[in-house]
């Protein structure tokens, strides 16, 4: 049985799945916003870095957060603004981290704190600055593509290492147009695999497998585990299916 739902990513397959829940949940998709091409950057920053980095941190509990490294968004990618000790690395994502036939692609709202653990850190969180750096370079999207690929045909982008996961637990986090914070979840990244494999999407599993966002070069499979409250204890909306 599958189950349509939304997720973000690597943060990016949380976004995909917005496109499925604004169906169920009946808005027209001509009621959605288009984005065919990308904003001006100015509209992808945030103008006040205390609040980038509160927000990159609200991905996890603060036991995590507090000691983690944090990455803003600059004019040329993410930058170090605060050295961590724990090894887990927290930033927030922007919409070109979802699939590429997201229609939210290029969404400058997005917003989407990510909290990575040391493998994730290792061989996922390069996914993520190798986007934002030839995004902010000015790649077209058919070259970003195409230049993924390239990287992963010559390896130089890793596999998952096992173990890699991430944290999306934040209350204030912006997935989507139709479904804003959706629902706090952790992530979970492996080469590249079927659904079967961790029997997600099946009826009374937990665990989440966005079929709908395979759109993406990276050598990546995103498990998703929705978890009952947010990062700052509260508890979150019941997931309807779980």
Not at 24 to 30: E, H, K, L
Not at 76 to 98: D, P
Not at 135 to 156: D, F, N, T
Request: with cysteine.
């Amino acid at each position: 049985m599958k189950r349509s739902v939304f997720a973000f990513g690597m943060a990016g397959a949380v976004i995909a799945l917005a496109a499925s829940l604004a169906l169920t949940m009946g808005q027209p998709v001509s009621a959605r916003p288009s984005y065919p091409q990308m904003a001006a950057v100015s509209q992808y920053m945030m103008a006040d870095r205390k609040a980038e980095i509160a927000l990159a941190r609200s991905a996890a509990p603060k036991s995590i957060s507090d000691d983690a490294t944090v990455l803003v968004l600059g004019a040329h990618g993410y930058q170090t603004a605060i050295h961590g000790k724990n090894g887990f690395v927290c930033l927030v994502e922007r919409s070109w981290m979802s699939p590429f036939d997201s229609p939210e692609f290029w969404n400058p709202k997005i917003r989407g704190p990510i909290c990575y653990n040391p493998p994730a850190v290792r061989t996922i969180l390069p996914y993520t600055i190798n986007r934002t750096n030839l995004v902010l370079a000015g790649v077209s999207k058919q070259q970003l593509h195409e230049r993924i690929k390239a990287s992963v045909a010559l390896h130089k982008l890793p596999r998952p290492a096992p173990g890699a996961m991430s944290y999306m637990m934040s209350k204030t986090q912006y997935l989507a147009d139709c479904c804003g914070h959706w629902h706090p979840h952790l992530m979970f990244s492996v080469p590249t695999a079927s659904a079967a494999s961790w029997g997600a999407n099946f009826k009374g599993s937990p665990i989440v497998y966005n079929d709908s966002a395979e759109d993406m070069p990276e050598q990546e499979t995103i498990f998703m585990i929705p978890v009952s409250h947010w990062s700052d204890g509260t508890a979150a909306p019941q997931m309807h299916g779980m």
